[in-house]
């Protein structure tokens, strides 16, 4: 009969004291953490995020693009929402409105310089005789530099329209929100460079992400969210122009998705740096990747259903074709056809062929929100400090 030791007889009551007071700690460090109050957002980026940048510019999506809570265009690339108007929910602040949606608007609390189509670095080609936005981050960059300069001498000047501009110490407490990257491997992916090239584009794209965000530092921000790149292989419009990329196991494009991977390591890699250079900001890296790919991965498990297939598209296998885009109208046997929505976008993954549906950007707020997925792991309301509680 084995006989019972003093350490085997204590040793559920010692690790149950352990436990407890290992609760005690993280409970009192969460309660002595307070919550952020972020009066403000100002949020740089692509489609990911342009809430009506691209619209007020050169051209506004049509229906049914903002059907599914608008119920009209709001010059927003999906059915509804993006993560980002989560984001300023959460905070009960108003959606953002675009730096270019100059007319009667309210930027009290914010604005946002992203625009659908937007790269990092200078693209090789704009619109109307390129696919991209001529707003690259380094011109948000100077737009979000002469807006603090131009709302600062409106609101100390007064008038009636200075209520309507950001308070001057808003700047150093709002929250400073990236989501961009995605089309500057599109630009390499369709610029017909090499899986080796564009990888070897990378650090530079990197590079001068970083620079902006240094930028935007000494301009007075210091707090700053920062979301990596998705898995742009298992998008239609990758899927249905490169037929012959090899498919994982889910259906997605292996060498773009590991391109976007290579991005998101040398991104991190850039985070950490400038939390180096920068000890008195609060950058957070958050893995936006990892939540998109569990949508193709497990749609099932999450409500889910056809994530590799566009909802408002035509033709193919991924019900989607650059030629005929959602929206327009196509002439099939003679037959005027109008390129609208699915049925049922709440349970669809992705919206337009490039874009997410509100219900997959709602779900992937849900789980960024919380912080499993940031470094370091903080949830949202907490992303003005600098240390995980």
């Known amino acids: 009969m084995e006989s019972r030791s003093p350490a085997k007889f204590h040793s559920p009551v010692v690790s149950l004291f352990v436990i407890i007071s290992i609760a005690t700690i993280v409970s009192n460090l969460v309660f002595a953490t307070k919550e952020c109050v972020f009066p403000a957002i100002f949020n740089f980026g692509d489609s990911n995020s342009d809430t009506g940048g691209l619209a007020a510019s050169l051209f506004a999506p049509t229906p049914p693009y903002g059907d599914t809570y608008f119920h009209r265009p709001a010059g927003r690339f999906s059915d509804g929402r993006l993560i980002i108007d989560f984001i300023a929910k959460n905070f009960g602040l108003p959606y953002l409105s675009a730096y270019l949606d100059s007319l009667g608007t309210n930027f009290l609390h914010g604005a946002n310089f992203a625009t659908a189509a937007s790269t990092i670095r200078l693209p090789p080609s704009v619109i109307p005789q390129g696919g991209f936005s001529p707003f690259y981050l380094d011109i948000q960059y100077t737009q979000f530099r002469e807006f603090k300069a131009r709302t600062q001498f409106i609101r100390h000047h007064g008038g009636v329209f200075a209520s309507l501009m950001p308070k001057q110490e808003y700047f150093h407490k709002a929250l400073y929100t990236f989501d961009i990257g995605q089309n500057d491997l599109g630009a390499g992916f369709f610029g017909n460079l090499t899986i080796q090239q564009v990888n070897a584009s990378v650090p530079d794209i990197v590079n001068a992400f970083s620079k902006n965000v240094k930028d935007i530092y000494d301009l007075g921000a210091r707090s700053f969210w920062v979301h990596n790149t998705g898995p742009i292989g298992c998008l239609p419009y990758i899927l249905a122009n490169f037929l012959s990329a090899e498919r994982d196991v889910y259906g997605c494009a292996k060498p773009y998705n590991e391109v976007a991977m290579y991005f998101n390591h040398k991104l991190k890699e850039a985070v950490l740096q400038l939390r180096k250079d920068f000890p008195l900001a609060a950058i957070t890296y958050v893995d936006i990747y ?21 909802c408002c598209g035509y033709g193919g296998k991924y019900n989607y074709s650059a030629s005929v885009e959602c929206g327009e109208n196509l002439e099939a046997n003679g037959t005027e056809i109008f390129v609208g929505s699915c049925q049922m976008p709440s349970i669809r993954v992705n919206w337009d062929g490039i874009h997410y549906t509100e219900a997959a950007n709602k779900f992937i707020f849900d789980q960024i929100s919380s912080g499993a997925f940031s470094e370091p792991p903080l949830p949202l309301n907490m992303a003005c400090h600098r240390d995980s509680i």
């Open 290 to 310: 990892s939540v998109k790919y569990t949508l193709f991965s497990n749609p099932k498990k999450y409500g889910f259903e056809l994530p590799l297939v566009a």
